[in-house]
């Protein structure tokens, strides 16, 4: 009796899906150019062991025999590079693949497999038995968040954006860090001007001012810090901030009325234009983030 033939696999990550027969790299279902063998068996070891790190000797055995004579490095980061540019990944920012020098490559963007119908999250399928070494190093030393990034059907997932230079990233992100400053010192800086507005509007005047200057109070070392942060590009700024992000979102929401507190002197039909934008912007914040400094940051 012959044995039948297992099913091919295919491993679907972002808006790519790799045929395991074919060895087809598919990008939102149309075929891409084809990829040297090399990189197809490296991009499936890497799959295959998702999360994991895949070490450079267990590259070298599997696809470069002993009695082989060529430049192993050479060939390894050939094909790693041609992975990259394939994936629209980066070594300095990826999304994918990960760079551990002298050690090896990790696969870091959530993958699932499917054979025949079935889809199984390739995470569960890889669940160790024992700790990996990166298990036991401190939070930012493996170039990973604390926990594995996980999916929302409203917020925006790192293989979901395109990637941005993170200098670009930074310079976006200080610029909304030092409008919210200005928002809050020029409002206390002018608290009594403040006060009259709110009077005149018929609003609980003393409230709304008290409300006014504790968000500010809190805001300041907030944004201090994030501005630090961006200017200094601190490691892992990207999970630092999604961990403020409950804290940041009603403050930021709030001070999105801000435009109101001028609406004499622009109009209400723009105050409702700017109070809409500022809405947005925290969001905006996390996307950039996710965008510029996606998990791990290492370089070949």
Not at 137 to 148: S, W
């Amino acid at each position: 009796m012959t044995e039948p033939k297992r099913e091919g696999r295919t491993f679907r990550f972002g808006i790519f899906e790799l045929d395991e027969d074919s060895g087809e790299l598919r990008k939102e279902g149309k075929v891409q150019p084809r990829l040297r063998d090399q990189a197809v068996q490296i991009l499936l070891m890497l799959l295959e062991r998702s999360r994991n790190v895949v070490t450079r000797e267990e590259l070298r055995e599997r696809l470069w025999s002993s009695d082989t004579f060529v430049d192993f490095d050479h060939g390894l980061n050939t094909a790693i590079n041609q992975l990259r540019g394939a994936l629209g990944d980066s070594a300095t920012n990826p999304r994918f693949i990960q760079t551990l020098p002298r050690r090896g490559y990790r696969f870091i963007a959530p993958t699932e497999i499917t054979a025949g119908a079935n889809a199984v999250p390739l995470a569960g399928a890889n669940a160790r038995h024992g700790p990996d070494e990166t298990d036991l190093l401190p939070t930012g030393e493996t170039g990973l968040p604390d926990t594995l990034p996980v999916r929302s059907s409203v917020l925006s997932d790192a293989g979901d954006l395109p990637t941005a230079s993170s200098g670009i990233v930074r310079v976006l992100f200080s610029l909304i860090q030092v409008m919210y400053l200005s928002f809050y010192i020029i409002s206390l800086a002018r608290l009594a001007a403040v006060k009259a507005i709110l009077t005149e509007s018929g609003k609980p005047a003393s409230l709304m001012l008290v409300a006014l200057i504790v968000t500010a109070a809190v805001g300041i070392p907030i944004r201090l810090y994030l501005l630090t942060a961006a200017a200094f590009n601190y490691r892992g700024l990207n999970v630092k901030f999604r961990r403020l992000f409950p804290f940041i979102l009603p403050l930021d929401e709030l001070w999105a009325l801000a435009p109101f507190l001028i609406v004499e002197q622009i109009g209400i039909g723009l105050a409702i234009g700017v109070t809409a934008a500022l809405l947005y912007l925290p969001f905006s914040q996390r996307s950039l983030l996710l965008m510029g400094f996606s998990v791990g940051r290492r370089s070949d």
